[in-house]
């Protein structure tokens, strides 16, 4: 079983940063892209937000283009995400996992976010 370890969240004011940290094991992180995807509520379908690729490249929902940073560090089996600018709607949980999301063999933890008014 992969392990995927999510820290980093917490509660913020609109306009403000948080950064986000992802474990993974190097079964998953090594030769695949990577995403961040936010649940908005239990229940509700996660999103992919952001996805880095093998290689580096970066890709971003509208939602959070600009805003957002996705990152990874292939030695540390580690996985970013700089979050600035956050708004009341990027509220959720986020995890990290391999994309596409069918390949996902578990899930972790995830770690909270919450922007509050």
């Known amino acids: 079983q992969v392990q995927l370890v999510e820290s980093g969240g917490g509660s913020v004011q609109p306009g403000g940063s948080l950064r986000l940290s992802c474990a993974l094991s190097?079964?998953?992180?090594?030769?695949?892209?990577i995403g961040w995807y936010r649940q908005a509520a239990p229940g509700k379908e996660r999103e992919l937000v952001a996805?880095?690729?093998?290689?580096?490249?970066?890709i971003y929902s509208d939602s959070v283009k600009g805003r957002f940073t996705i990152s990874r560090d292939n030695n540390a089996n580690t996985v970013y995400l700089q979050m600035d600018y956050v708004l009341v709607e990027d509220t959720g949980t986020y995890y990290c996992?391999?994309?596409?999301?069918?390949?996902?063999?578990?899930w972790g933890q995830g770690t909270q976010v919450v922007v509050y008014s």
């Open positions: 996992n391999i994309v596409p999301a069918r390949l996902a063999s578990n």
């Open positions: 190097s079964s998953i992180m090594s030769g695949n892209a």
């Open positions: 996805r880095v690729m093998a290689y580096g490249m970066t």
